[in-house]
T-cell receptor, first 115, second 113 residues
Framework: DQQVKQNSPSLSVQEGRISILNCDYT??????FLWYKKYPAEGPTFLIS?????DKNEDGRFTVFLNKSAKHLSLHIVPSQPGDSAVYFC??????????????FGAGTRLTVKP | DSGVTQTPKHLITATGQRVTLRCSPR?????VYWYQQSLDQGLQFLIQ???????AKGNILERFSAQQFPDLHSELNLSSLELGDSALYFC????????????FGPGTRLTVL
């Protein structure tokens, strides 16, 4: 079941420009959302998260926006750097202790930042 | 370095065989999660353990099983392997809880021939 969808398998942007990665979810019970970044031959690493009580969370060059009514979140990277080239996974989960029970990951978007 | 270790890094085996993947969580983390990433697929949650007990199950096949030992390391056992089981298997650990991130190991790449 594709409860979390990343419809763009790849994205290419120029260094210094904005990268926007999108994610849609179908389960309205999800109330916690995360973005992970994955380099080749490494495991995913946590990047940024947002809970459903917020619509924006910012951490340096990374900002995650949440639109609950549209069940959509996006990750903005400004300015994009070549080192940001990686696969980005969106993840969504329900509240409560057993987040592992309903954590769902999207298929990932491969971001390439060109110098 | 996430502090999560997984062994082996690569595993090549034949159909019908059984393998065991091992994971050592970060120091202090009580929760261990197992994920499967097949080609062009997202991360599929398999199972979670918390302090030795199974906490949650995802899309884990009956041929697969896992356990978490008293020292908190975990093993994922895959049996009667099929070609379609070829994938990257990630272990993650964390303190548990709804709003805590998970820290991923480097993964074990399983190839079933």
């Amino acid at each position: 079941d594709q409860q979390v969808k990343q419809n763009s398998p790849s994205l290419s942007v120029q260094e210094g420009r904005i990268s926007i990665l999108n994610c849609d979810y179908t389960n309205s019970m999800f109330d916690y959302f995360l973005w992970y970044k994955k380099y080749p031959a490494e495991g995913p690493t946590f990047l940024i998260s947002i809970s459903s009580i917020k619509d924006k969370n910012e951490d340096g060059r990374f900002t995650v926006f949440l639109n609950k009514s549209a069940k959509h979140l996006s990750l903005h990277i400004v300015p994009s750097q070549p080192g940001d080239s990686a696969v980005y996974f969106c993840a969504a989960g329900g509240g409560g202790f057993t987040i592992g029970n309903d954590m769902r990951f999207g298929a990932g978007t491969r971001l390439t930042v060109k110098p | 370095d996430s502090g999560v270790t997984q062994t082996p890094k690569h595993l090549i085996t034949a159909t019908g065989q059984r393998v065991t993947l091992r994971c050592s969580p970060r120091s202090g983390d009580l929760s261990v999660y197992w994920y499967q990433q097949s080609l062009d697929q997202g991360l599929q949650f398999l199972i979670q353990y918390y302090n030795g007990e199974e906490r949650a199950k995802g899309n884990i096949l009956e041929r697969f099983s896992a356990q978490q030992f008293p020292d908190l390391h975990s093993e994922l056992n895959l049996s009667s392997l099929e070609l379609g089981d070829s994938a990257l298997y990630f272990c993650a650990s964390g303190p548990g809880g709804a709003y805590n991130e998970q820290f991923f190991g480097p993964g074990t790449r399983l190839t079933v021939l």
